[in-house]
């Protein structure tokens, strides 16, 4: 253990003014109930993205919260775990009491701390602390790379949850990038069929369809909305996976009577919802931001289920930590579809440090 701890370790860090470099940092000891983990693969988030490419994060910061890992040293007091044991880091419960939590909406405890993601120490590194309770082990039947999708794919599944989307609904997604097309996954494995992704980059319209869309259309297809009634094929619920306040007011003009639109997909620009509509049409508005009660442990097992085309959903091609800025902007632009994992390596000459 001693042997881990001593060494340094290469970590993705923010510097600021939209700029990451590759420094070698100290390894993180883990405490008291603690374990250390090795990072096998850390997918790029959305959060990340904006974080970033957006200048959100605090110079010195490691993003990164989509991983898994390997367990390579543990701290006093930690009974059940081995050193080799593949894990994910599950959700933080809520209090369990309040009005959020007895609501089944740990997500929103009100007991909770405010999220810092500005300050936050990621797994764009070889190693993280995390406290031991929060472990859950990879079934066998999931490889490490697959289980970096746990934390996405626990979203997208309160996401359908949150709508109440059901076999027979008509659903669309506008967005058709990582989130969109876990989103599309996963009501298809439960059991929804009829799904529209509306998405402009004809690379993602394509991966949309090999994870379960019925049908891709670009935005310009969609019609805008009669004063009084409904477009012509309306959707019963719209799930905005873009963060793009054109498809924001788009979707919600796609709904049918008494239909649901669900916010995703965070972004700069404020969408301008016609209220009228929603008051004629009985349209609902919600926001899904995480996890359900039941926290990361649905998601495990629906990925190790085979149920999701995972192959799909991540991209062929791994990044290492010096690449990682060059593929948020490509994710930005549109040219990634899937979900990209960054692996905890440095190209030879990369460290400036
Ligand atoms: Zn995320
Ligand atoms: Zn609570």
């Not at 009985?282 to 495990?300: C, H, K, M, Q, S």
Request: glycine share 12%; with cysteine; aromatic share 4%.
């Amino acid at each position: 253990m001693a042997g881990v701890l001593d060494e340094t370790m290469p970590a993705a860090v923010y510097v600021g003014d939209g700029a990451m470099t590759v420094r070698e940092l100290a390894v993180p000891r883990p405490g008291p109930g603690e374990a250390l983990v090795e990072i096998s693969h850390c997918g790029i988030c959305g959060t990340d993205l904006h974080l970033v490419l957006e200048q959100y994060a605090r110079p010195n910061s490691i993003l990164g919260h989509e991983w898994a890992g390997t367990i390579a040293a543990l701290g006093g007091g930690v009974d059940g775990w081995e050193l080799g044991a593949r894990v994910v880091a599950d959700a933080t419960p809520g209090c369990g009491t309040c009005r959020a939590c007895r609501r089944g909406r740990p997500a929103v405890c009100l007991q909770r701390e405010p999220p810092d993601y500005l300050s936050f120490r990621g797994a764009f590194s070889r190693y993280v602390v995390v406290t031991a309770d929060r472990l859950l082990g990879v079934p066998g039947a999931l490889s490490t790379r697959a289980a970096a999708l746990t934390e996405p794919t626990a979203i997208a599944i309160h996401t359908v949850a949150l709508s109440g989307a059901e076999p027979g609904d008509r659903v669309l997604v506008t967005g058709g990038g990582p989130v969109g097309l876990l989103t599309t996954a996963v009501l298809r494995a439960r059991g929804i069929e009829d799904i529209t992704v509306s998405e402009p980059s004809a690379v993602r319209r394509e991966r949309a369809l090999a994870v379960g869309a019925a049908a891709v259309v670009v935005p310009d297809e969609l019609p805008r909305a009669p004063m009084a009634g409904t477009v012509p094929e309306p959707f019963t619920i719209a799930f905005e996976c873009s963060g793009n306040a054109r498809a924001a007011e788009s979707a919600f003009e796609q709904l049918d009577y008494a239909g649901t639109l669900v916010f995703v997909g965070t972004g700069h620009e404020l969408p301008r919802i016609n209220h009228n509509r929603a008051i004629v049409l009985e349209l609902t508005i919600i926001g899904a931001y995480n996890y359900d009660a039941a926290g990361f442990r649905p998601a495990l097992d629906l990925l190790a289920s085979g149920a999701l085309p995972v192959d799909d959903l991540i991209e062929a091609d791994d990044v290492s930590l010096d690449g990682v800025l060059d593929v948020m902007q490509r994710l930005a632009a549109g040219e990634l579809a899937g979900k990209v994992m960054v692996t905890p390596t440095v190209r030879v000459g990369e460290t400036d440090e």
